[in-house]
């Protein structure tokens, strides 16, 4: 790999490590202030929701504008071939993002999935954790040649459990919108959506199995 490319690669990498780790830490921190039973109202008004309050544009900003960024950078940088990522589940995974980045936080800023503690937070946490982990494995790949055992089977494992938590949880967000948009065309852009996300997620989900069984085989 071209000296140029590896050091955008690992710069890009460094970065969009850095926005997730911020909202993974937001997440933890809304955690700890919502669930504490020793909080008092004005902390939990204060601190609850931190990236989640709704101040006229619309809520979840930070989120929003990372996964855009992220998404994009990630298409692009597989349409020219920078990496050897599938194209296809780089779109599926970004259109499944985007309904509710866009779909929800953007375009329904009232909707209650916005200000579910344990359900957006969740989100959260499956979406920051997973680009967190494989975010991690791809600097040590562009670092070294021998990439420690424990690396590859927390980046081939860790989807096991934060895929179906981003499922139920992203299922839940655009359930919890439909009363919100009851009686526009946008209703029945919500309800397809939600009938793609089974399919979308048997898709990803096996892609990741068939490439754990070959990456965990290569270091028999």
Same mark, same amino acid.
């Given at each position: 790999m071209p000296k140029f490319t590896s050091v955008y690669l690992g710069l890009y990498t460094i970065i969009s490590t850095g926005l997730w780790a911020i909202i993974l830490i937001n997440a933890i921190s809304d955690y700890w202030t919502g669930l504490n039973p020793n909080a008092s109202v004005e902390e939990r008004l204060s601190n609850i929701y931190l990236s989640h309050r709704y101040t006229g544009e619309y809520p979840h900003r930070f989120l929003v504008l990372t996964q855009l960024f992220n998404s994009v950078v990630e298409i692009l940088n597989a349409s020219v071939g920078l990496v050897n990522s599938s194209f296809a589940t780089l779109i599926l995974q970004a259109s499944a993002? #985007? !309904?509710?980045?866009?779909?929800?936080? =953007?375009? *329904?800023?009232? %909707?209650?999935?916005?200000?579910?503690?344990?359900?957006?937070?969740?989100?959260?946490?499956?979406?920051?954790?997973?680009?967190?982990?494989?975010?991690?494995?791809?600097?040590?790949?562009?670092s070294t040649n021998r990439i420690p055992q424990p690396v590859i089977w927390l980046r081939y494992s860790a989807f096991i459990v934060l895929y179906p938590l981003g499922l139920v949880c992203e299922s839940l967000s655009m359930?919890?919108?439909?009363? #919100? !948009?009851?009686?526009?065309?946008?209703? =029945?852009? *919500?309800?397809? %959506?939600?009938?793609?996300y089974i399919p979308g997620f048997l898709i990803l989900f096996s892609h990741m199995l068939k490439q754990r069984k070959k990456a965990l085989r290569r270091t028999v």
């Open positions: 993002r #985007s !309904v509710i980045t866009l779909g929800i936080c =953007y375009k *329904v800023p009232q %909707s209650p999935a916005n200000y579910n503690l344990l359900v957006f937070n969740s989100i959260k946490l499956a979406w920051s954790l997973s680009e967190i982990i494989r975010n991690g494995f791809y600097l040590f790949k562009l359930y919890s919108t439909l009363d #919100s !948009v009851k009686g526009s065309r946008y209703y =029945y852009f *919500v309800i397809l %959506s939600l009938t793609q």
